[in-house]
T-cell receptor
Framework: AQSVSQHNHHVILSEAASLELGCNYSYGGTVNLFWYVQYPGQHLQLLLK??????LVKGIKGFEAEFIKSKFSFNLRKPSVQWSDTAEYFC?????????????FGQGTTLQVKP | DAGVIQSPRHEVTEMGQEVTLRCKPI?????LFWYRQTMMRGLELLIYFNNNVPIDDSGMPEDRFSAKMPNASFSTLKIQPSEPRDSAVYFC???????????FGDGTRLSIL
């Protein structure tokens, strides 16, 4: 079965530290990839997406992610986190071969940034 | 443009009561999704529709849950009878076509006493 695995459930960082959140998926075909962010008490918002082309994609608020096809990975990075980045982060995959709008979400990573 | 609109934002009711959650997707979006989010189970896809037709309801927990989409601009998720374990935040999302990002509503925070 298709699945998305996020390596870290809970990450605690100090402001200005660098961030990398891991995401791996299990699907051998073509995929669209997404990272969503959910700030406390809010709905999920799109952070960035990868459809094709340059495997390094840039999103909002200084986030970026790199798609490594050979590793089935789509890790999220930010060079210097801020207290306002405290949120839950979800990786999601859309397996295009199935021609479905369904997204497969990872279990989420809670990021806590200490001021 | 208006985003995905959900109502009510909060609902508190006693177990055994019927609960109806409502969602208006973004105009022109052909796909609509219902999710449930809890601390224990995270974000779960309950059901999704394409052009008002239910495509995958494998995530619906049990027969107490039902969802309808009578037209392109409205969907409901109904729980009857409700139980305390149904307490969660329920999100609706929509997307224009397969593979595009989903746009989420603000959610309904449901508490069953």
């Amino acid at each position: 079965a298709q699945s998305v695995s996020q390596h870290n459930h809970h990450v605690i960082l100090s402001e200005a530290a660098s961030l990398e959140l891991g995401c791996n998926y299990s699907y051998g075909g073509t995929v669209n990839l997404f990272w969503y962010v959910q700030y406390p008490g809010q709905h999920l918002q799109l952070l960035l997406k990868y459809f094709s082309g340059d495997p390094l994609v840039k999103g909002i608020k200084g986030f970026e992610a790199e798609f490594i096809k050979s590793k089935f990975s789509f890790n999220l990075r930010k060079p210097s986190v801020q207290w306002s980045d405290t949120a839950e982060y979800f990786c999601a995959v859309n397996p295009l071969g199935r021609n479905t709008g369904k997204l497969i979400f990872g279990q989420g990573t809670t990021l806590q940034v200490k001021p | 443009d208006a985003g995905v609109i959900q109502s009510p934002r909060h609902e508190v009711t006693e177990m055994g009561q019927e609960v109806t959650l409502r969602c208006k997707p973004i105009s022109g979006h052909d796909y609509l999704f219902w999710y449930r989010q809890t601390m224990m189970r995270g974000l779960e896809l309950l059901i999704y529709f394409n052009n008002n037709v239910p495509i995958d309801d494998s995530g619906m927990p049990e027969d107490r849950f039902s969802a309808k989409m009578p037209n392109a601009s409205f969907s409901t998720l109904k729980i009857q009878p409700s139980e305390p374990r149904d307490s969660a935040v329920y999100f609706c999302a929509s997307t224009p076509t397969a593979g595009q990002p989903q746009h989420f509503g603000d959610g309904t925070r449901l508490s069953i006493l």
